[in-house]
């Protein structure tokens, strides 16, 4: 149900919250849109800059110096961010099954890894100029991207009316607003383009006034990135009928596949099951 809802909402270009049984309508911005709240968020961190706060970049390097954040822990985060580009350049080059999963789980312990690390970071990062920016935006982003209807003909808000509301019912409604123009994430767009509801639909015509009944030039972002990414795995899809069931629910897994296939790896079901076998025979208790 979540898939379908998010691409329920990236179809028609906005999402919507109810608070007090009152639905807010939050469009979801095109490149040129995004463009415009970016050029705002970097005046406001600039702003705050203007009045004494530091950026991250500068926090960070304090934290070093003063010994409360020691420099290889920053040296391994950007270690992390290269193993995993390198072994995600190493998925094209597989040529056995069996290397799946491993490489998989490698990868995703990288990931956990860095965020682990990363957050352990950012909690020591206090009243950086870029948070005091973004929050300095909310008001202009809330403003930009909250519609009365489906239409999205006319905005609910000007900045000066959010001014007038109280802070509780100001930071409910930028918590959902920031959430959703935050855009849907890379994996629920992957995970859209595997479902069946979906290539279906992308099968009949990969323009994308006939997907989403809009020019390209009027595409949300979400939108473009769903494009991007259908072009990848339609063509997988398209020349796989043996992908193995437990790889079916996974992108990483059938783009895998797919590269062992080109690299004429181990494929065919009579290999699999040989593999397979001989696999137990090791794990058999002697």
Not at 126 to 144: C, D, M, R, T, V
Not at 201 to 206: D, F, K, T
């Amino acid at each position: 149900m979540i898939l379908e809802q998010a691409f329920a909402d990236i179809c028609r270009g906005y999402s919507i919250f109810t608070i007090n049984n009152t639905d807010y309508y939050v469009k979801h911005s095109n490149f040129i849109e995004q463009s415009i709240i970016d050029k705002k968020i970097q005046y406001e961190i600039n702003q705050a800059v203007e009045l004494g706060l530091k950026k991250e970049s500068d926090i960070i390097q304090d934290l070093i110096k003063s010994n409360k954040w020691p420099a290889s822990h920053e040296k391994k985060l950007s270690s992390y961010l290269d193993d995993i580009k390198n072994l995600d350049s190493t998925k094209r080059n597989i040529k056995d099954r069996m290397e799946i999963n491993p490489l998989y789980d490698a990868i995703e312990e990288l990931k956990s890894d860095y965020s682990a690390l990363y957050n352990k970071r950012a909690a020591l990062i206090k009243n950086p100029a870029e948070s005091l920016g973004f929050i300095n935006s909310h008001q202009f982003i809330i403003s930009q991207s909250v519609y009365t209807s489906k239409e999205l003909s006319e905005r609910m808000f000007s900045e000066k009316s959010l001014e007038g509301m109280n802070d509780d019912e100001f930071e409910e409604v930028a918590f959902n607003v920031i959430n959703i123009t935050n855009g849907i994430s890379y994996e629920i767009i992957k995970k859209i383009c595997i479902e069946p509801f979906f290539y279906g639909i992308y099968g009949i015509s990969e323009n994308p006034f006939f997907i989403f009944g809009i020019p390209f030039v009027q595409l949300t972002i979400n939108q473009g990135n769903l494009l991007k990414l259908a072009r990848t795995y339609s063509k997988v899809i398209s020349e796989m009928d043996d992908v193995p069931d437990e790889f079916l629910d996974n992108p990483e897994k059938i783009l895998m596949w797919y590269y062992l296939k080109q690299n004429g790896g181990v494929v065919t079901k009579e290999e699999i099951k040989e593999e397979e076998n001989a696999i137990r025979k090791l794990l058999r208790p002697k």
